[in-house]
């Protein structure tokens, strides 16, 4: 019975805890420099999020944008693009353009074009 108990007080795989959890866990990941776990980590963080919060929610933009990070380690320059322009044009127009979330996304692309020398 107690084991029961603490169940029902558990939250499920997908609670916002869960998410939170595996975001930290793709961030650990990145840390070591397993980015191909990583990359895993945050593609499934990313669908739940989408899912239950909404392609415009900012944990699932947060999802996206560490998504941009891994394609960066790896050094998959347009992957990491791609995901930072999308990022952007939905921030752009959920938080407008001089929002600090925005802005640094924009840092991100100028930084990718940089590495890939578009710049």
Known sequence: RELRAVQRRMPGPDSDVAMY?????????VYQNKN?????????????????LGAEHSDTLSALASLGAVFTAQGKFDDALATYQDVRAIQQRV???EHVNTMITAMNIA?????QSKF
């Open 111 to 115: 930084s990718t074009l940089g590495r």
């Open 36 to 52: 191909t776990e990583a990359e895993v980590v945050y593609r499934e963080v990313l669908s739940k999020s989408c899912e239950l």
């Open 95 to 97: 938080l407008g353009t």
């Open 21 to 29: 959890t595996a975001q930290t866990l793709g961030a650990l990941l």
